[in-house]
C-alpha cells in the first residue's frame, strides 16, 4: 500500500517571535527549524501501517523554500521510504496555495495510487488548519481530521475505521480509501531516528520538482505582537490568602 | 450584501457557538448593510426560527436524513448551494471540530481564501480584516480577502452572541441540494462520549487545570472537587496527559486544545510557553504554584504563591459555603 505524508517544516515551538521588516512575516535570524509536530504523528502512523503489512511504501512531500530538506532528510532517516520537494522560493503561501500544489502533484502517476495521504490536524506557524481538508476537497477524496486512533487495516483494505476527538466526545468514522487522513496528538507515540535510520537516510531519494504557486487566498496585512496581558498581582502566600482570591474574583473579575 | 452563517445542530439543538457566529455576523451585517443569513443542514429542524431572536434574518435548512451527524460531502454541498443562492460578501463558521473541517472544505470548493481560528473581524475601508493568533499565540496576524465570499472561521467563546432582538421569526426556506448519500466515503458510525456529560473545554465557561506539581493522578480528586464547586470543566498540562495521569483530550496547550473560558485557573502548572499557547486567551487567569518564579504568575491576573495540597482543599471549601449561601 502506498501512503504519502505532508510535511511541514516549522519554526520551533520555544522560538521567541520577532516580526520581519516586512512587518508581515516571521523574521528567520536565528529561528531553529523543526518538523511539525503532528506530522510526527502522521509520520509515525504511515510507517506502523507499513510495518505492520510487512509491505508498501511511504512518501514524504513538502513544499517549501530549499531550506526544508533538512526536515526531509529527517523523515528519510525516521523511516519514509522516499521524498519529494517541492520546491518554491521560499515566500509564504497560504493554505489553498499548498493545498492546489500538493493536490496536483497526488494526482501524477506516480502518486496517484496512494491508499492514504496524511497531514498533521494543524501546522504550529499559521495554526490554520486547513491544508487536510482542502487537499481532500480538490481530490475528490473523503476526508477525517484531527485523528487520534486508527483501527488496524489489513493487506488490501478499502476502508478504515478512525476516532475523530470532537467536543465531549469521540467520533468513530468509517472511512472508504483512498482517503485524506489529518493526525492528531495521541494517535501514538513518535519514534526518534536511530543512528542505522540516519545513515540509510543519506542514500535514500528526494526529488526535487520546482513550483510556481497559483495566485494568493488570502492576503497578509500585517502580522504583530499580540498586546501584553495587563501585569497581574500576587494576592498572597498560602491558605491564608485564598479569602482574598476568593474575593478578588468575585469583586473585582466577577468571574465567580 | 449579505452575511452567511453555518449554524451547527448536534442531537437537534442549534449549538452555543453558532450563536456567538450570528452574534459577529449581526455586528458585521451593521457596518457592511445588508441582511443576515443563516443556513443548516440537519435531518429535522432544530428549531431554526427562534434564530430570528439570535440575529438571523433569513434562515434556510438543507434537510437530508443523512445530516443527522457531521457528514463533510453533504455539508460542503449545503453551504455551497447557500453561497450560491445567496451571493454573500463573507461567510461566517465556528472555529468548532465541526466548523474546523467544514471551512476548509468549503474554500476549497470555492476557491477563496480562509481565515481560521479568528479572535476579532474588522471592516475597514469597506473590506473586511480578520485578526488571527498564530505562532500559537505568540503573534497575531491580520489578513484580507483579495476574492469574495471571505471565509473566516472564529474562535469559541470569544464572540458575544447577540442580544435577544424581538421581531419577526423569520420563515425558515428549504434549501434544495443536489446530494446523494451514496457519495458520502466518510461515515460517522457513532459518537463516543468521553466526558461523561461534562462541558467541553473549549465551551467551558471555568476550567481547572492541573499540572506535574500535583505528583500523581490520585491527587487530581482534589483538583475535581474544586472543578464540581465552581461548576468547572478539568484540564490538563501535557505533562500530565503524557505520563497517563489524564486522557489527551483533557490536554490544553500546542498540541492540545486551544480555550478561552471566562475564568482559568491553573494549579502547579509551571507555565511552559507551549501551555501558555492554549489559555492565554481565557478572560481571568488564576495562578497556584508553590514557587514564586514560576512563568506562569507572568500571564496570571491573580496569583497565588503556596502548596496546592494545602491552597486548594481550602479554596474549594470556601467556594463550597459561598454556593452553600447563594
Ligand atoms: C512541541 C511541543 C508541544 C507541547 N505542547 C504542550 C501542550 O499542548 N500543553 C502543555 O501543557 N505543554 C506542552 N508542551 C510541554 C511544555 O513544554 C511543558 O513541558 C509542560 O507544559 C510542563 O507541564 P507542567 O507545567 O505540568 O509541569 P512542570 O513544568 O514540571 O511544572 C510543575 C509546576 O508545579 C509546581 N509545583 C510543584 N509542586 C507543587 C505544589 N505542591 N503546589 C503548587 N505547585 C507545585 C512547580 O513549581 C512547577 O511550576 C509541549 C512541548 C513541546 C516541545
Ligand atoms: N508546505 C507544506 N508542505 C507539505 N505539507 C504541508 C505544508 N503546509 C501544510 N502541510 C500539511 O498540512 C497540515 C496542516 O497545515 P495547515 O493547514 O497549514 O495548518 C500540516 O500538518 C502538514 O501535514
Redesign the interface.
Given at each position: 500500500m502506498l501512503q504519502v505524508v505532508c510535511i511541514k517544516q516549522v519554526a520551533d515551538t520555544e522560538t521567541r517571535v520577532k516580526v520581519a521588516a516586512d512587518g508581515r512575516t516571521l523574521d528567520p535570524a536565528g529561528v531553529t527549524w523543526i518538523l511539525n509536530p503532528y506530522d510526527e504523528f502522521a509520520l509515525e502512523q504511515a510507517l506502523r501501517i507499513r510495518e505492520a503489512l510487512g509491505s508498501g511504501e511511504v512518501v514524504v512531500i513538502s513544499l517549501g523554500g530549499a531550506g526544508v530538506q533538512t526536515t526531509v532528510r529527517n523523515a528519510l532517516a525516521l523511516g519514509a521510504d522516499r521524498a519529494i520537494h517541492l520546491k518554491t522560493d521560499g515566500t509564504q503561501p497560504d493554505s489553498l496555495q499548498v493545498a492546489r500544489a500538493l493536490a496536483a502533484e497526488l494526482q501524477t502517476d506516480a502518486l496517484k495510487a496512494a491508499q492514504i495521504i496524511w497531514l498533521g490536524k494543524q501546522a504550529v506557524d499559521d495554526d490554520a488548519a486547513q491544508v487536510g481538508p482542502m487537499v481532500a476537497e480538490l481530490l475528490g477524496h473523503p476526508c477525517v481530521t484531527v485523528v487520534a486512533a486508527i483501527e488496524p487495516l489489513a493487506a488490501g483494505a478499502t476502508q478504515a475505521v478512525v476516532e475523530r476527538e470532537v467536543e465531549g466526545g469521540r467520533e468513530v468514522v468509517e472511512v472508504t480509501l483512498p482517503a485524506v487522513l489529518a493526525a492528531d496528538k495521541g494517535l501514538n507515540e513518535p519514534r526518534y531516528a536511530s543512528l542505522k535510520g540516519i545513515m540509510a537516510a543519506k542514500k535514500k531519494p528526494i526529488e526535487e520538482k520546482a513550483v510556481t504557486l497559483g495566485p494568493p487566498a488570502l492576503e497578509i496585512v500585517s502580522l504583530a505582537l499580540p498586546p501584553a496581558r495587563a501585569p497581574g498581582k500576587i494576592v498572597g502566600q498560602g491558605v491564608e490568602a485564598v479569602p482574598e482570591l476568593v474575593r478578588v474574583l468575585r469583586e473585582e473579575a466577577k468571574v465567580i | 450584501m449579505a452575511i452567511l452563517v453555518f449554524i451547527e445542530q448536534r442531537d437537534g439543538k442549534v449549538r452555543g457557538v453558532s450563536r456567538e457566529a450570528l452574534g459577529e455576523a449581526s455586528r458585521l451585517a451593521a457596518s457592511l448593510g445588508g441582511p443576515v443569513v443563516a443556513v443548516c443542514p440537519a435531518a429535522s429542524d432544530p428549531g431554526l426560527a427562534a434564530l430570528g431572536e439570535a440575529g438571523a434574518g433569513e434562515i434556510l435548512l438543507a434537510s437530508h436524513e443523512a445530516f443527522r451527524?457531521?457528514e463533510?460531502?453533504g455539508y460542503?454541498r449545503a453551504v455551497v448551494a447557500a453561497v450560491e443562492q445567496v451571493k454573500p460578501k463573507a461567510v461566517l463558521f465556528a472555529a468548532?471540530?465541526?466548523g474546523?473541517?467544514?471551512?476548509?472544505?468549503v474554500?476549497?470548493?470555492l476557491?477563496?481564501?480562509?481565515?481560521?481560528?479568528c479572535t476579532a473581524l474588522a471592516v475597514e475601508g469597506g473590506t473586511l480584516?480578520a485578526s488571527?493568533?498564530?505562532?500559537?499565540?505568540?503573534?497575531?496576524?491580520?489578513?484580507?480577502?483579495?476574492?469574495e465570499p471571505a471565509l473566516v472561521s472564529l474562535r469559541p467563546k470569544l464572540f458575544a452572541p447577540a442580544p435577544a432582538q424581538n421581531g419577526a421569526a423569520p420563515a425558515v426556506t428549504p434549501l434544495a441540494i443536489d446530494y446523494d448519500p451514496a457519495a458520502?466515503?466518510?461515515?460517522?458510525?457513532?459518537?463516543?462520549?468521553?466526558?461523561g456529560?461534562?462541558?467541553?473545554l473549549?465551551?467551558a465557561e471555568?476550567i481547572v487545570s492541573g499540572g506535574r506539581g500535583l505528583k500523581g493522578p490520585e491527587h487530581f480528586d482534589m483538583i475535581e472537587k474544586l472543578a464540581v464547586a465552581?461548576g468547572a470543566t478539568v484540564g490538563a498540562s501535557r505533562a500530565v496527559v503524557d505520563a497517563g495521569w489524564r486522557p489527551?483530550?483533557d490536554?490544553v496547550g500546542?498540541?492540545?486544545k486551544t480555550v478561552s473560558p471566562?475564568?482559568y485557573v491553573a494549579v502547579a502548572i509551571s507555565g511552559a510557553?507551549?501551555h501558555l499557547?492554549g489559555m492565554?486567551s481565557s478572560?481571568?487567569?488564576?495562578a497556584i504554584n508553590k514557587d514564586?518564579d514560576a512563568p506562569i504568575?507572568k500571564?496570571?491576573?491573580?496569583?497565588?504563591?503556596?502548596?496546592a495540597f494545602?491552597?486548594v482543599p481550602?479554596?474549594t471549601e470556601?467556594?463550597q459555603a459561598?454556593n452553600a449561601r447563594s
Open positions: - | 451527524y457531521y463533510p460531502l460542503t468548532s471540530s465541526m474546523r473541517d467544514l471551512a476548509p472544505r474554500a476549497a470548493r476557491g477563496v481564501g480562509l481565515a481560521s481560528d480584516v488571527r493568533p498564530v505562532y500559537a499565540g505568540k503573534a497575531m496576524q491580520r489578513v484580507s480577502f483579495p476574492a458520502a466515503r466518510a461515515r460517522v458510525r457513532e459518537v463516543k462520549a468521553t466526558t456529560g461534562k462541558v467541553d473549549t465551551e471555568i465552581l489527551h483530550a490536554q500546542q498540541t492540545g471566562k475564568l510557553i507551549q499557547a492565554s478572560r481571568c487567569i488564576v514564586p504568575f500571564v496570571a491576573d491573580y496569583g497565588l504563591v503556596g502548596d494545602e491552597v481550602a479554596l470556601k467556594i459561598l
